[in-house]
């Protein structure tokens, strides 16, 4: 039973075993980067989620989050032992999709991966909107700006996703969270403000403008894309 690829990339050898251990109990085909060096070289390969180690002995979790991003969508979970607000929220601005702050429960990880990639695998139609100028495929996982794909990471792509679903419908960056992670965190609102910048720069003509996503002051988002005839 193999329920997907992962790739740990994790220096301290008892993480990684651990790791290593939960997920393959749960039948997860699991391979492990102790270094930098050696996950970027593993990343030719294809994997279904990557979990990634922020500090590592020899290159920045940061800067192979960056790599990994300029050619993939592959949902990251970061590891940090980083608890400042500050950073978690540079981690998914830097397109992680979720992050577990050190020590974690392997439990826990396991559950977050399982729940990542429910989230990938879940969505089926396909929907455009304002003449064809944004059509979010659901089924492949695509978003097209105008005709040209957009590659927006998991987290970025449920959250359009949940926003185009409903039209006009203003969602708090509570209810977003919820429905991105399936949880509450400390510093949630700005987490969304961050992923919204992203998906803002990805999908808008001007993203100080927007034709798509609108801020409600002091609650939230609303999608203002209109609905194309099928
Ligand atoms: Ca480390």
Redesign the pocket.
């Known amino acids: 039973m193999n329920k997907g690829r992962i790739l740990v990339i ?3 050898q008892k993480i990684a075993e651990i790791v290593k251990a939960y997920l393959e109990k749960d039948g997860f085909h699991v391979t492990v980067a102790p270094t930098g060096r050696k996950a970027m070289s593993l990343l030719k390969d294809k994997y279904d989620l990557i979990i990634l ?5 020899d290159m920045d979790g940061e800067d192979i989050c960056l790599a990994v991003r300029k050619d993939s969508d592959v949902p990251i979970i970061m590891l940090t ?1 980083k608890s400042e607000e500050e950073d978690r929220i540079k981690g998914l601005g830097i397109g992680a999709d979720d992050y577990v702050v050190k020590p974690f429960s392997p439990r826990e990880l396991v559950a977050r991966v399982k729940a990542m990639l429910r989230r990938v695998k879940g969505a089926k139609e396909s929907s455009s909107f304002n003449k064809g100028g944004l059509v979010i495929d659901s089924f492949r996982f695509e978003v097209r700006k105008s005709g040209s794909p957009v590659v927006l990471t998991p987290t970025e792509f449920r959250l359009l996703q949940c926003l185009a679903e409903r039209p006009g419908q203003i969602f708090s960056r509570l209810q977003l969270v919820n429905v991105i992670l399936g949880y509450d965190f400390e510093g949630y609102d700005r987490t969304i403000d961050a992923h919204i910048k992203n998906i803002r720069h990805k999908i808008e003509e001007d993203p100080r403008d927007p034709s798509y996503i609108k801020t409600v002051y002091g609650v939230g988002y609303r999608f203002i894309g209109q609905p194309d005839e099928d």
Request: hydrophobic letters at 45%; charged letters at 45%; glycine letters at 0%.
């Open positions: 994790e220096d301290e180690d922020l500090m590592l002995p032992a």
